[in-house]
């Protein structure tokens, strides 16, 4: 499956197209969430932007990844672990999470809005998402 994650310079691009300022911190979260397959949540982004610009802070993180998600730039995703982790990768796809070591990784299920579902009721569906529980290849 190919992963439609955005570059740092058409994140660039897409928040001055929104009328948002866009600051040396914020081109760094860009950077750091490009191509980043590890979910993050927003205090690792801020303990990984720390150690290379130190004095950004937690609030410009929280606030760069919220207009980003606000944009449809990335997804947030809640596993049930806690905090909140962000997914660059905002193509139709579902995940897995390690009970055991907290990993989270992208899985593809094919035909996914095809699933036949009993119970709705008249409940309309605007979108699926599928969360696998179990343990990692390096757990196991």
Same mark, same amino acid.
């Given at each position: 499956m190919v992963r439609q994650v955005k570059s740092p310079?058409?994140? +660039?691009d897409a928040f001055h197209a929104n009328g948002l300022k866009v600051t040396p911190q914020r081109q760094l979260i860009f950077r750091l969430m490009h191509d980043n397959t590890m979910h993050p949540t927003a205090e690792t982004l801020?303990?990984?932007?720390s150690t290379q610009m130190p004095g950004i802070s937690?609030? +410009?993180v929280y606030q760069t990844l919220t207009d980003l998600a606000a944009m449809g730039e990335l997804r947030l995703i809640d596993v049930g672990?806690?905090?909140?982790?962000?997914d660059p990768n905002?193509? @139709? !796809? !579902? !995940?897995?999470?390690?009970?055991?070591?907290g990993d989270v990784? @992208?899985?593809y299920v094919a035909d996914s809005q095809n699933l036949s579902i009993d119970?709705? @009721?008249g409940f309309a569906i605007d979108s699926t998402s599928i969360l696998f529980h179990g343990s990692c290849a390096k757990c196991a």
């Open positions: 310079i058409e994140l +660039t801020f303990s990984d932007a937690l609030r +410009t672990a806690g905090a909140v982790r962000f905002v193509d @139709d !796809h !579902h !995940h897995v999470v390690c009970e055991l070591c990784r @992208d899985v119970g709705l @009721d």
